[in-house]
């Protein structure tokens, strides 16, 4: 099992990224659950035409431990295993508490073992690397981390603290950096701004996603790309960053 945490602020793209790359190891065979680590909790929308999926916070503070693992997981696009941790009403509580609870959950009610993955998506909000934020990079859940980000000032910044969050742990045997994703915004010098950030944190850049006005169109459908536009080049973009996310996953154990 290939357990791999993508991080980014907000706004970045990241969902949106994970959940067609999620489609796209699907389509090789692969089983996939992605786990949505945000308090919006809507990582897996798309994946489910709008559809929400129940949060694990949700059915803790609703029931305690009276549920099965059936109640938090739902089946998206491609057979994706979708699962969201949620997060507590805005002012009243600690969010990062919703990806610890979620995490110990889908262990404890041995959602590894039922759906057997290939492949562990974790879909983490990169804006404050602190707390439960950092726990899906922690020894255990993900082996790689990936940041999504941009050219744009904000995103590099937070990138750039993702990264050192994951040096800061690397002594402690937790997941390593695997590179960058970037999700063009077509800013002035961003290919270089971003392989600027890969050299000072000695990565790469894995992949990069042209900014396409078709991923707007499948969102407003409520559609991933791959399932609204299947043959289109954006399509081919993100089957091509999840071979080369495999690539690396693979090549570094």
Do not use: W
């Amino acid at each position: 099992m290939i357990k791999i945490a993508v991080y980014g602020k907000g706004g970045i793209g990241k969902s949106t990224t994970v959940s067609n790359v999620a489609a796209a190891l699907a389509e090789k065979g692969l089983k996939v659950m992605q786990i949505g680590c945000d308090p919006k909790a809507d990582s897996t929308m798309q994946l489910r035409h709008g559809e929400a999926v129940p949060t694990v916070l949700e059915l803790v503070n609703q029931r305690k431990n009276d549920f099965e693992l059936e109640d938090m997981v739902r089946i998206g696009f491609g057979g994706v295993v979708c699962v969201e941790a949620g997060g507590p009403t805005p002012g009243m509580g600690c969010a990062g508490r919703g990806i610890i609870t979620a995490l110990e959950k889908l262990k404890e009610k041995g959602a590894y073992e039922v759906y057997q993955p290939d492949v562990v998506l974790y879909d983490v909000l990169g804006d404050v690397v602190c707390g439960g934020f950092t726990m899906p990079m922690r020894k255990g859940y993900a082996d790689k981390v990936f940041i999504v980000t941009s050219g744009e000032n904000m995103s590099i910044h937070a990138a750039a603290n993702i990264a050192m969050a994951i040096d800061n742990f690397k002594n402690r045997g937790y997941a390593s950096l695997g590179g960058l994703i970037l999700n063009r915004r077509n800013v002035k010098r961003e290919d270089e701004k971003v392989a600027e950030l890969a050299d000072d944190f000695k990565t790469s850049v894995v992949g990069t996603l042209s900014r396409s006005e078709q991923v707007l169109l499948a969102e407003e459908k409520q559609q991933i790309l791959l399932e609204a536009f299947p043959d289109s080049e954006m399509a081919d973009e993100y089957r091509k960053l999840a071979e080369q996310i495999l690539a690396v996953c693979e090549a570094r154990g």
